[in-house]
């Protein structure tokens, strides 16, 4: 006697299952199901919702003769207005142009999450996968990616990252501390910390960094010598101005950015004072305007394009069905010692 595979029975329940037998159990349309598969704009959001829980519940998915292959990678950023961005962008594309295919880019200009238009314009493009930068996909966008087979993986994830979706980042807790332990070494003690938004993980990271390294020398970290800015040379001017205010002002800060950086460094120049020899600065990131900087800056290197690459690696190895290893990657940061940094005169 045979005993009936229930995988088998499964497998078959699911070849079963066309749209026109989803769209009777919705009540709608068939041309309705379609456009929902293909990411059509037309649907109401309770009937997509719908549709789309039928289609998770029955476990439909396109035949594979019939769907047609990637052709890119989708790359979502909260903001695209930086040379950081540009170093992420180039790993991402080396990488996908191996496999054959282009990136198309989305700027949320500042924005946490994207709008629905972009998930129906991504169920529409229908791209290997996508790549988050310092952005936040909601549950339903997961859900929506999710139903149509189409992996995410987190850069620098803005807020913590589900447990399903793996992300790519840098030490940045080893950066904070590298950057900090080189200003105690020369012999800061006031030494003060611009930080960026502490919803970004790394921005969290490198400030424990920092305070680990304050703390393993003996140094008290002082409130008022902390601030939390845009990650910008805006937010970092703003910052120093207050600090450089105070009525004992730092001999030195570490910025968690080099534009942040460089903006401690045009408020130095407004105080009248001299980088390095009346403020010494760190920045993070060494982007290429670092080198370029007067003086050129010390700041930590972040491997920017090798994360974009990990990232693009992890996408496409998982639109080949492959479970990845590991859920989170973190690259080896490094300090960079230039012209930025030295002993305080007092």
């Not at 159990?25 to 929902?36: E, F, H, I």
């Not at 996908?96 to 924005?111: H, P, Q, S």
């Not at 960094?209 to 010598?225: D, F, H, I, N, T």
Request: net charge neutral.
């Amino acid at each position: 006697m045979t005993v009936p595979d229930p995988t088998a029975r499964t497998a078959r329940r699911r070849r079963d299952i066309t749209v026109a037998r989803i769209a009777e159990m919705a009540g709608v349309s068939p041309p309705t199901v379609s456009k929902v598969i293909n990411g059509h704009a037309g649907v109401s959001t309770a009937t997509r919702r719908r549709i789309e829980e039928l289609i998770r519940e029955h476990g439909w998915q396109r035949r594979p003769e019939r769907a047609e292959p990637a052709t890119m990678v989708e790359l979502l950023f909260r903001a695209l207005d930086s040379l950081w961005a540009l170093e992420i962008i180039q790993g991402v594309e080396e990488t996908v142009r191996e496999a054959g295919m282009t990136v198309a880019l989305t700027d949320m200009r500042g924005g946490h999450t994207p709008n629905r238009e972009w998930v129906d314009r991504v169920l529409t493009r229908r791209p290997a996968g996508v790549i988050a930068v310092s952005a936040m996909l909601s549950e339903r966008d997961h859900e929506r990616l999710a139903s149509r087979a189409i992996p995410v993986v987190a850069v620098d994830p803005y807020g913590e990252p589900d447990h399903h979706m793996p992300s790519v980042g840098a030490t940045n807790w080893n950066g904070g501390l590298l950057a900090t332990r080189h200003l105690l070494e020369l012999g800061h003690r006031r030494i003060a910390m611009i930080n960026g938004p502490g919803e970004l993980l790394c921005c969290r990271a490198r400030q424990d960094g920092y305070r680990s390294a304050m703390e393993a020398a003996g140094v008290p970290v002082e409130p008022a010598l902390l601030r939390r800015r845009p990650l910008y040379v805006e937010g970092g001017r703003a910052a120093a101005v207050e600090l450089l205010a105070l009525p004992d002002p730092p001999t030195a800060v570490f910025a968690a950015n080099d534009l942040q950086a460089l903006g401690a460094y045009q408020a130095a120049l407004r105080a009248g004072l001299r980088v390095p020899e009346d403020l010494s600065v760190v920045g993070f990131d060494d982007v290429s305007l670092a080198r370029w900087a007067d003086p050129p800056m010390t700041t930590v290197r972040q491997p920017l394009a090798k994360m974009g690459a990990a990232a693009a690696g992890l996408v496409l190895a998982m639109a080949a069905g492959e479970r990845p290893e590991h859920d989170r990657v973190e690259l080896a940061c490094g300090l960079v010692v230039r012209a930025s940094t030295a002993p305080p005169a007092r």
